[in-house]
């Protein structure tokens, strides 16, 4: 139920509105999320919100805090168990079965840009729906895809202004992760009293979160645990060297960090998490993760298929890159603003805006406002090139009145010619620019 407070209904908790100064980072971030698809072949896939609570208790696992405390589940109408998506990976694999992708040419390339939904303890950073992009290759398991997939969100991150690092393991394949498995419960066995309580329950049900722990203490002894990368089978090593080499042959900073398991059931071998280096203090809050889900195709009853992913928060890299103080493009430039004085001259001020916006002029306006004074202010607020000016005169005459809002230097111009006058002024400064480039 939404909660009131002096009548006035609430933001439910843990949501989060996002206000017009903050959607400059959001369409940064579209922006440089489209462009490194097109470059690297991804293809946009947008699943619903909604899915079969089933999606995620089969791929995700149901010993995940993910799916077992914090799934927003019901049931509906008709009777089905639904669930709000917690995470974007599971729907675009079942989408990638239910639509018969695994008869295209492999790997089948897809990325997603949407919103999450975990029943979460809110705090900075952490809400209960919040966003997510994501790349995922289905159908390939060579190792420079994966090499590939860590380039991209790394060097996304970094074109975002962001200092960032890649922690990367190796989860395994299942055999030689069962075994790990195995081995790390034994270590564990006579530690259970130093344990805190949420790893004594995951110790039989998602060990490998043992060693992801943020308690102090559970921290201490996952140093000190056997690493994975030591009981990789002869592939899993010959895989992981694979992609190690290839990440040094793109230069990407990383550290091997035998702790990275990634929270849920279905990844195997190559894990990663990127950090924000000034996060380095152990209390590392991830800025996003991904790794190879070999079995999730399989797992979802199509045909085992290899793939790889990950996913970027979007609201903690707009927290980074707020923090860290990265100038966003403040909005466009407008090619106009159109200003005008009196009744008849806005009349003839609202036909001149339609007639500019057609033409494909970039151009603004507040008609609502009254004094010439008002207009050059919001004018040069709105960073315009130049200010049409109509009043009483320029009515009668036929004319407006064009000002340079940086020389302040204002010219009378036929009514006709507008469009011509405007376009040539708009040439000669790029022209201009291109000049002071050189
Ligand atoms: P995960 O799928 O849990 O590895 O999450 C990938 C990324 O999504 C994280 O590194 C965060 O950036 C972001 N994320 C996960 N949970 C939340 C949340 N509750 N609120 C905001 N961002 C989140």
Redesign the pocket.
């Known amino acids: 139920m939404a909660k009131k407070k002096n009548n006035k209904i609430q933001l439910v908790k843990g949501m989060k509105d996002i206000l017009p100064d903050e959607q400059l980072y959001w369409n940064l971030i579209r922006t440089k999320v489209d462009n490194f698809a097109k470059n690297y072949g991804f293809s946009r896939i947008d699943t619903p919100v909604l899915e079969f609570t089933n999606l995620f208790k089969r791929t995700v696992g149901e010993d995940t805090d993910?799916v077992n405390k914090e799934m927003y589940s019901f049931v509906s109408q008709g009777g089905d168990k639904l669930s709000l998506r917690p995470?974007n990976t599971a729907s675009v694999v079942r989408a990638y079965i239910e639509h018969g992708m695994l008869n295209l040419p492999q790997p089948v390339k897809l990325f997603y840009v949407g919103p999450?939904f975990?029943h979460?303890n809110p705090q900075a950073?952490?809400?209960?729906q919040?966003w997510?992009f994501g790349f995922e290759a289905i159908g390939d398991d060579d190792p420079v895809i994966d090499a590939q997939l860590i380039a991209i969100s790394y060097h996304i991150l970094k074109e975002l202004g962001l200092d960032i690092e890649i922690h990367v393991n190796s989860v395994g394949d299942t055999s030689s992760r069962a075994e790990y498995i195995k081995v790390l419960k034994k270590y564990y066995q006579d530690k259970k009293k130093l344990i805190c309580k949420d790893c004594n329950l995951r110790l039989n049900k998602n060990t490998l979160r043992l060693l992801d722990c943020k308690n102090v203490k559970c921290q201490e002894l996952a140093d000190e645990a056997p690493q994975m990368v030591d009981y990789l089978s002869e592939a899993g090593k010959n895989h992981f060297m694979a992609v190690l080499e290839y990440l040094d042959a793109l230069d990407i900073k990383y550290s091997l960090n035998p702790k990275i398991v990634?929270?849920?059931d279905y990844y195997t071998r190559t894990a990663w998490?990127i950090f924000e280096c000034s996060d380095k203090d152990g209390k590392l809050?991830?800025?996003?993760?991904g790794g190879r889900y070999d079995t999730l195709v399989d797992m979802l009853g199509g045909r085992a298929t290899p793939a790889i992913g990950f996913?970027?928060?979007v609201?903690?890299?707009i927290m980074k890159m707020q923090e860290a103080k990265v100038e966003v493009d403040k909005g466009k430039k407008f090619d106009a603003y159109i200003a005008q004085l009196g009744i008849e001259a806005r009349k003839k001020a609202l036909a001149l805006f339609e007639e500019l916006r057609a033409a494909g002029f970039s151009v603004t306006e507040n008609m609502s406002k009254k004094g010439l004074k008002d207009q050059l202010e919001a004018a040069d607020k709105k960073n315009a090139t130049y200010t049409l000016i109509m009043g009483q005169k320029e009515i009668s005459d036929d004319t407006v009145l064009i000002r340079d809002m940086e020389s302040g230097v204002q010219e009378i111009v036929d009514y006709k010619k507008i469009k011509s006058e405007l376009r040539k002024r708009l040439d000669r400064n790029i022209a201009k620019s291109l000049k002071l480039k050189k």
Do not use: K
């Not at 950073?125 to 209960?128: D, F």
């Not at 809050?285 to 993760?289: E, P, S, Y």
């Open positions: 993910v995470e999450q975990r979460d950073g952490r809400y209960r919040f997510q990634r929270g849920l998490e809050n991830a800025l996003g993760g996913a970027i928060g609201e903690r890299v």
